[in-house]
């Protein structure tokens, strides 16, 4: 059974620093790319930042130039730095974990997701 758990969500004033983490189980943690995406409210889902197997990384616009994604092998965990934050910043942010495989011709992503944490960014 594959569980993704978030922490390090809450309150926090414009310009403050917030650090997720995300713990995986039931998984090759390192085969997996993983991500954080979040959904502000009355919006879309959205990549914030994604980290592959081999450590490269990718941001979303939301998460270039204030965000840093990371990952810990040993620990099962990937984490999501977040300074100078914004109000536009509040949102639920979850966790994924992907693996892509090729089946026969077809790519084929396995995609798991955590729950969620709410971040809050307000004075």
């Known amino acids: 059974q594959v569980q993704l758990v978030e922490s390090g969500g809450g309150l926090v004033q414009p310009g403050g620093s917030l650090r997720l983490s995300c713990t995986a189980s039931?998984?090759?943690?390192?085969?997996?790319?993983m991500g954080w995406y979040r959904q502000p409210p009355g919006k879309q889902r959205e990549l914030v930042a994604a980290i592959t197997s081999s450590g490269s990384t990718n941001y979303g616009d939301s998460g270039k130039g204030r965000f840093t994604i990371s990952r810990d092998n040993a620990k099962n965990t990937v984490y999501l730095q977040m300074n100078s934050l914004k109000p536009e910043d509040t949102a639920v942010y979850s966790c994924n974990a992907r693996y892509t495989r090729l089946v026969l011709t077809t790519v084929r992503d396995d995609d798991y997701w955590g729950q969620g944490t709410q971040v809050t960014v307000s004075s």
């Open positions: 039931g998984i090759i943690f390192r085969t997996y790319r």
